[in-house]
Structure formats: structure tokens, C-alpha cells
């Protein structure tokens, strides 16, 4: 179903709100405006289309910082859809760069919104739009913890709380029908082999998944026996990030619990969503098992949760590569090309690029090694944003974009452009992959006290203000010489090249 169709028009004004005393140095409500120097500062010579775009990402973003009465978490993050409504995996994506100045941009607090009104049965005063969209709160909670370090926070999620433990096993046990906070009736069921789920529960909407022929149309309901492979793989995502959490917490024997349940969701998905003939993960038939071939990128889920060999993730890179089916000049289509349904005006996921997958598919190849094609991919994406932007009137960034020109694309009824000043999840292109796979900080691990950087542009290069845990660091490139300040140690892992950063200034050449 097109997220269009949920939308009502609420009353619930997008207020301004009070930010926390230690960043600012007053306290009252009124119209604070974002300034950039409550982000960190990219600094890119050769492409400096991409900073303006950047500022304006985080400009959008700021301006979808609500309140609202009678929420768990007041400020919030809007996922700059609907006022009234609240999105579980638009604000998940969110909050991966709401993280980069996470004392102004409440993104992992946003997450309490959903956690007590389906885990603490608490009402809120804002709808849930969908419960059951994808299960994204371990992911977003572990690579935000890399982040920051945050121990306690850590602790009381686990611990005390047990948020995460207790929705990997909702989703395993939630039936149709399921209301919460207002929200739209769940559809997920597990089964024996799977998860039964729909389009806009999958976040999706109109994708084609799941049709019995190639005449399916866009109101057809997906295939009422189809198992979704985002489904599996994202609860092996969870069991994997809850893992890692709780060994970061000392509570082995715990993670060893969650690892098993792990490791038997990554068989089952390598020997039932495997497509060996094709290399490519397919959502399945219940009954038959047989695969249903519709490419999209939700097939990378398992590649994102390091389920799949070395030898499988080649083959699924192979179809990033291909321009007849998820490649192109701008990669990560949300529907093969090649694909009857794929629609060149994009038509919702008919076929445009969406920066919450493109994000998603990029970090999984990341995962395995493939840091030039992240790099590639992640230009070109920003690229078409960037070029969107400038030429397209009126001049801001989008819900979703035309998979060929610089174009919004058009909404799932075909019969409007997609929402505009849409950042949410769309400000991952010009923030998180700018300084991740652009500029190359494509790892920054505030536990270990590290920053992989992937070092490939030769003209001046770097990002000022970059804080992660308690360290605010400097790092511009000019060649081959590195200016670095810190206001502590770390490690910093220049293409694979150790180097001790020391407090205070230092020139290094590599």
C-alpha cells in the first residue's frame, strides 16, 4: 500500500522546542534556526556541490524536529511524512545520521516512541503507523552504541529494559490483526519456513514482490503464500546485533543464546532463499519452496547481516554492477531494470531509488570488502541527488528519486510527485554517505577507539568536528599529508595502515 494512501492531515503543530542546557547557553522556546556548527564539518575541494547539499540535509532534518505532548520522548525525530503518524523504520534510518550530532538531533531517543507503547503497552498521543515494519531497533542500536560508547544507555536497554529481546520475540509471535497506538491492523505471521507479510508492512508498498506473472498490477495484492526474505534475514540481523550488544555488556552466556538463534536463521535463509542458478536471494513459496523472482534490493538484507559467503556476496555484487538489472548510472533501483513492472518515472518502488535501501545495500558490501564499488555507488547517488536538487524546481531534496534523470519520481497513484524537504531518511545520502564512503570514515568505533578510513580522492579532503564517545577530532587530507588534531588518542586505519593519533596537532605522511 503507497504510504500516500495513510496520510491525514493532522492539527498536531510542528512546534520548536527547548534544547539541553549544555549545548546551549539559554533556555526558553522560540525560533532557534539550525546553525552548521552543530554538525560536523566536511571539508571536500573538489566537489563542493556536495557540502551545500549536505547543509541542506541537515537543515530539513532540523526542521523536523517536533514536539508533542503525552509522547515517551519529547523532542523527537518527524520522519517529515505526516505529523500525526510515527514510522518505525523511518525513524531507525534516521537516527543513523541523526548520530553525528546526537546532542542536538534526538534520533536514538526518538526510538523510546515505539518502544513503550508496544513493549510497556503505554498509550501515546501519536499513531503508530505500522507496527510490524521491518525490525530494525537492534541494527540501528548497535551501530549507534559503535558510535557513541554508551554504556548505560546500553545497559538499561538490555538489561533492564530488554527492548530488543523482547521485539525480536513480538515479531515472532504478533498475529493479523494486532493494534497498537492507532496504528493500521498488523499482517505478519510467522510460519514454519517464514514470515507472511505484505508491501507496506515490508516498507515496500506497491513493490511487485510476490505476483504469479508478469501482467501483475500495481493494485494486485502480493502473493498471499510468499515468505520475504527481508523478513528472515532482518531477524538474523537482530539475534547477530543483540549478540554483539550483550558481550559488550559481559553477559555471555546470554549472546551465546542469541548467536544459536542467529546461526539457525542464517542456514535456513542460505538453504531456502538461496537461488544458486540466479546467485541471488528470492523471497520463496511456502508450499512449493520454489523461489519467486522479483530482484529488488531487499535481497541484500542477508548480505547486511553476514549471512551469506564470500562467494554469494560476488555474485550479489555482480548485480550491483549490471545495468540491466540493479545497476545503472544510478545504482540500487528498487526494481530490476530489466523487470517487467520497472517504470523509468520511478512509481513509488516501481523502480526509483530510495536512500533508506541504497544506504542499506552499500553498507553490505562495505561489510565484505567491497570499498571502491561503496564508493562508486555512494558518488553516483549523490551525484543524482545533488544534480536533482540544483535543476529541479523547486530546489530541495526528495522522498524518492527517477532512477535515469534528475527527477523526483512519481508517488505509487502515479498521479503526483513523490513529498518534498524529505529528511528524513533521504538525508543519509547527502550526511551519512558523504562521510562514510564519499570522504571514506566508513568505520568509527568509539568502543575501540578506532576510524577505518578508506582514503581514495586525491584533492584536499577530510571532515572537521567528527565526534565519536568523547572524541572530537580533525581530519583533512592534502595528498599524501594528513593535518590531524585530537583532543585525545585513538587509532586511525588509513587503507588498512595503523597510525597513533596523539592529543594536540600532527602532520603525518603516508
Not at 510515527?86 to 537516527?95: A, H, K, S
Not at 492507532?182 to 510467522?190: F, H, I, M, N
Not at 506473472?213 to 539475534?239: E, H, V
Not at 513492472?341 to 561489510?367: C, E, H, S, T
Request: hydrophobic share 35%; aromatic share 12%; proline share 5%.
Amino acid at each position: 500500500m503507497n504510504r500516500r494512501t495513510f496520510l491525514t492531515r493532522s492539527s498536531v503543530a510542528a512546534g520548536v522546542f527547548l534544547f539541553p542546557a549544555p549545548l546551549f547557553a539559554f533556555h526558553r522556546i522560540g525560533n532557534i534556526r539550525f546553525d552548521k556548527s552543530m554538525v560536523p564539518e566536511p571539508i571536500l575541494e573538489q566537489d563542493q556541490g556536495f557540502i551545500d547539499l549536505y547543509y541542506k540535509a541537515w537543515e530539513l532534518a532540523f526542521d523536523h524536529i517536533k514536539t508533542q505532548s503525552g509522547m515517551p520522548q519529547s523532542p523527537y525525530m518527524d520522519e517529515a511524512f505526516d505529523p500525526s503518524t510515527i514510522w518505525i523504520w523511518d525513524t531507525c534510518f534516521m537516527v543513523q545520521f541523526c548520530k553525528y550530532a546526537p546532542s542536538v538531533f534526538p534520533g536514538i531517543e526518538s526510538l523510546n516512541n515505539f518502544y513503550v507503547p508496544i513493549h510497556d503497552k503505554k498509550e501515546i498521543s501519536l499513531r503508530i503507523e505500522i507496527p510490524d515494519n521491518p525490525p530494525l531497533f537492534a541494527w540501528t542500536e548497535y551501530e549507534y552504541f559503535k558510535f557513541t560508547n554508551d554504556r548505560k544507555h546500553l545497559g538499561k536497554l538490555l538489561t533492564e529494559q530488554q527492548y530488543l529481546q523482547k521485539h525480536y520475540h513480538w515479531f515472532d509471535s504478533t498475529k493479523p490483526g494486532e493494534i497498537i497506538a492507532r496504528s493500521a491492523p498488523t499482517c505478519l505471521q510467522k510460519v514454519e519456513n517464514g514470515y507472511h507479510w505484505e508491501g507496506g508492512r515490508s516498507g515496500m508498498d506497491n513493490t511487485p514482490r510476490g505476483r504469479t506473472g508478469l501482467m501483475a498490477t500495481q493494485d494486485r495484492p502480493n502473493n498471499p503464500k510468499m515468505l520475504w526474505i527481508d523478513a528472515i534475514a532482518q531477524q538474523g540481523l537482530s539475534a547477530l546485533n543483540i549478540a554483539r550488544m550483550l558481550e559488550q555488556l559481559g553477559n555471555n552466556k546470554e549472546a551465546e543464546q542469541w548467536r544459536s538463534r542467529y546461526e539457525e536463521l542464517k542456514s535456513k535463509v542460505n538453504k531456502l532463499y538461496w537461488d544458486e542458478t540466479d546467485g541471488f536471494y528470492y523471497d520463496i513459496h511456502e508450499d512449493t519452496l520454489e523461489p519467486i523472482k522479483v530482484m529488488t534490493p531487499a535481497s541484500y538484507w542477508p548480505m547486511l547481516a553476514e549471512m551469506c559467503s564470500k562467494e554469494q556476496a560476488k555474485k550479489l555484487v555482480d548485480k550491483i554492477q549490471d545495468s540491466d538489472l540493479l545497476g545503472g548510472s544510478v545504482p540500487w533501483v528498487s526494481l530490476a531494470r530489466n523487470d517487467a513492472d520497472f517504470k523509468k518515472n520511478g512509481l513509488y518502488w516501481r523502480g526509483a531509488v530510495w536512500l533508506p535501501l541504497a544506504y542499506m545495500g552499500i553498507k553490505a558490501i562495505q561489510k565484505y570488502g567491497y570499498l571502491e564499488l561503496a564508493y562508486q555507488n555512494s558518488y553516483a547517488i549523490v551525484s543524482h541527488m545533488m544534480r536533482t536538487y540544483k535543476e529541479y524546481t523547486p530546489n530541495t531534496i526528495w522522498e524518492c528519486y527517477e532512477p535515469n534523470e534528475a527527477k523526483p519520481a512519481v508517488d505509487g497513484n502515479n498521479d503526483a510527485l513523490v513529498r518534498q524537504n524529505f529528511c528524513g531518511w533521504s538525508a543519509l545520502g547527502p550526511i551519512s554517505l558523504l562521510i562514510e564512503n564519499i570522504l571514506g570514515f566508513y568505520d568509527v568505533n568509539a568502543a575501540t577507539k578506532t576510524v577505518r578510513w578508506n582514503k581514495i580522492r586525491e584533492d584536499r579532503h577530510g571532515i572537521k568536528n567528527l565526534t565519536f564517545g568523547g572524541i572530537v577530532t580533525t581530519v583533512i587530507a592534502e595528498g599524501n599529508r594528513l593535518n590531524i588534531t585530537s583532543n585525545d588518542f585513538y587509532t586511525l586505519i588509513v587503507n588498512e595502515r595503523k597510525i597513533k593519533i596523539k592529543k594536540g596537532e600532527q602532520t603525518i605522511i603516508i
